[in-house]
């Protein structure tokens, strides 16, 4: 679309979905990398009770920040529409 010739009449409309469709790749490649790390650290920190005595302040934190991410994935099954949730300031 940006090197049709008659970009002027909908460069506006271009430039919005560009910009959507990129945060909407960016969010997914980011929630990809959260899952991978997630599925090992919620095991050590949340179902270990060595590393909770080990790591109680890492531990405590995790808890908060795994709080959260639930937080924001739940807005975002919630709002059900990708281009809403990912353009949202919150979500990264």
Not at 14 to 40: D, M, T
Not at 71 to 79: A, F, H, M
Not at 83 to 90: A, K, L, V
């Amino acid at each position: 679309m940006f090197s049709s010739r008659y970009l002027a009449t909908f460069e506006d409309r271009c430039v919005y979905w560009q910009k959507s469709l990129a945060a909407i790749a960016e969010v997914v490649q980011l929630l990809a990398e959260v899952q991978r790390s997630w599925s090992f650290l919620e095991n050590l920190f949340i179902g270990s009770d060595e590393v909770k005595k080990e790591l109680p302040e890492e531990s405590e934190k995790f808890v908060g920040i795994d709080k959260e991410v639930k937080t924001i994935l739940k807005e975002g099954e919630k709002t059900k529409i990708a281009i809403t949730f990912c353009n949202q300031n919150n979500v990264f």
